[in-house]
């Protein structure tokens, strides 16, 4: 069974441009999540769908972020424009609804570089 | 509010000597804790988690960990560390505000394993 994969494991781009990651969850998973580890900080929260509605976005950091996830399968991820200060890693999650609580599973990260 | 500290950052073991890498947790809730580890250019594994069962708790690959409420802990163990150990642990917590799978990092320990 396919993990969570991300694309594009690695993003360099210059302040101001537009960047889209993506996210396919395991197949079935109908939680999704995204969670951002900017350097040197701690692995933050952003959003959490339950299939393509969004559940909880308290983490997004500001209107420059915008999560899809269309028909309740991949989610995408953009940043428009991008900052300086949004450089990090950015990783995907998902679950089962019928999994224990805690227990997601990561997809390798998409690292973004903005210059 | 919920939060952990991970009290080292880096920690630094022989081959085939015991692992210890520590976790305080804060909680106004009884807590659900767990550690995840990400190896080198791989996605973050769930190791372990303690859900108000049994306050040891075995995971993958020999660790274990001991919830300790009288001293708000959860250090993680090992008893002998194998080149392969060699990764970066994190320990996490819930937040039930967010629904249990809104998961909260500590900042990291990476783990090095010397021959």
């Known amino acids: 069974e396919a993990g969570v994969t991300q694309f594009p494991s690695h993003s360099v781009i210059e302040k101001g441009q537009t960047v889209t990651l993506r996210c396919d969850p395991i197949?079935?998973?109908?939680?999704l999540y995204w969670y951002r580890r900017v350097m040197g900080k701690e692995i933050k929260f952003l959003l959490h769908?339950?299939?393509?509605?969004?559940?909880?976005e308290s983490g997004m950091p500001n209107n420059r972020f915008l999560a899809e996830r269309t028909g309740g399968t991949y989610s995408t991820l953009k940043v428009q424009p991008a900052e300086l200060e949004d450089s990090g890693v950015y990783f995907c999650?998902?679950?089962?609804?019928?999994?224990?609580?805690?227990?997601?599973?990561f997809g390798e990260g998409s690292r973004l570089t903005v210059l | 509010a919920q939060s952990v500290t991970q009290l080292d950052s880096h920690v630094s073991v022989s081959e085939g000597t015991p692992v210890l890498l520590r976790c305080n947790y804060s909680?106004?809730?009884?807590?659900?804790l767990f550690w995840y580890v990400q190896h080198p250019n791989k996605g973050l594994q769930l190791l372990l988690k303690?859900?108000?069962?049994?306050?040891l708790v075995k995971g993958i690959n020999g660790f274990e960990a001991e919830f300790k409420k009288s001293e708000t802990s959860f250090h993680l163990t090992k008893p002998s560390a194998h080149m392969s150990d060699a990764a970066e642990y994190f320990c996490?917590?819930?937040?039930?505000?967010?629904?249990?799978?809104?998961?909260?990092f500590g900042a990291g320990t990476r783990l090095a394993v010397h021959p």
């Open positions: 303690y859900t108000s069962a049994a306050t």
């Open positions: 909680s106004s809730y009884s807590p659900s």
């Open positions: 769908f339950v299939k393509e509605s969004k559940q909880d």
């Open positions: 996490v917590v819930t937040d039930p505000s967010g629904g249990y799978n809104k998961l909260i």
């Open positions: 197949s079935g998973h109908d939680n």
């Open positions: 999650a998902s679950s089962s609804s019928k999994l224990s609580t805690g227990e997601l599973f």
